[in-house]
């Protein structure tokens, strides 16, 4: 495995795991594992993970977790077995407990990183039934000074501009108007299937992706489309 595939795969695990990923220590163990959940419309997301994993020679179970109390939507979810890798990364990106941004993974920011970003937490923002779609990246944990460091490392390694933006308590990070082609361009490439409705500028349907109003931003139901049959699902299970 060459050195450039060693930062390859590493990129991809710390952005899996800092946005929409969890790195967890089970009692009795001493490595962690990490754990990533998709509604079954992005079962091509959760697959993505699986290969990186494969690749590292990392087992892995996928499967089906039973829906909760509130939840609408059936998921897909991966654990990994247990791995120093996943060890040494939780004890970067969790600081007394909460994520953090690792400023190592900034060093690794480039067109697949600011897909992986965007596919977990990204969505289309529109303020009024009207106005234009513009590219939004929810990531409310983080703090403004966090996204500070993402924002700088954005335009560095991409030279895309991105704003931050405060929403009540929370920060996100947006894409200018006019730097939506831009963004475009750089991400297309590595978007999924299952995420393509996320690009152009078409506006979200109603109910089906990011509803915004010029007071607040409400997140409704942004994995709505497109469905897949949850029959043709591969579920796998690989131990190693």
Known sequence: MSNKLNKDLSKKLYYFAAFDGYLQVQPKCVNARLNVTMTIEHSDYIYKVRDTLD?????HNVYVPKLQAKQVKQQLRIDSKTHPIFTAMQKRIYLLGKKVIDPHMLTMMDAEALAIMYMADGGKYCQSENAEVQYRFFINAYSYAEQALLKESIKRYLG?????HRNKQYYQLSVPRAYSS????????????SFKYRLGQQAP???GDIVCSAQEC???????KPRIDPRGLRVTKKTV
């Open 160 to 164: 895309l501009e991105v704003n931050i």
């Open 55 to 59: 690749e590292l020679n990392i087992g």
């Open 205 to 207: 349907a109603k109910g």
């Open 182 to 193: 831009m963004f475009e361009d750089i991400v297309s490439e590595w978007i999924l299937p």
């Open 218 to 224: 409400v997140e409704v139901s942004r994995d709505e």
